[in-house]
């Protein structure tokens, strides 16, 4: 698994996963917050934000984890 988007500010991350499925899933929340974790661990910030943003075709739907 890789993270789709890292963006850094000076308090802290954003995790960002796109999904282009047609349906929301409990694993993509459990799949970004590994991220979440894992960023933490190797950055030691404790300020580190996990969202799923989903693609559908009419509209983008943001979801924090």
Same mark, same amino acid.
């Given at each position: 698994?890789?993270?789709?988007?890292?963006? /850094?500010?000076? %308090?802290?991350? @954003?995790? =960002?996963?796109?999904?282009?499925?047609? &349906?929301?899933?409990?694993?993509?929340?459990?799949?970004?917050? /590994?991220?979440? %974790?894992?960023? @933490?661990? =190797?950055?030691?910030?404790?300020?580190? &934000?996990?969202?799923?943003?989903?693609?559908?075709?009419?509209?983008?739907?943001?979801?924090?984890?």
């Amino acid at each position: 698994k890789i993270i789709d988007l890292l963006v /850094k500010f000076d %308090d802290g991350y @954003k995790v =960002i996963d796109y999904k282009t499925t047609n &349906e929301k899933s409990h694993t993509h929340y459990t799949q970004v917050q /590994k991220y979440v %974790d894992a960023i @933490k661990d =190797i950055t030691l910030s404790v300020n580190v &934000e996990g969202y799923v943003v989903y693609l559908f075709k009419n509209s983008v739907e943001v979801i924090k984890v």
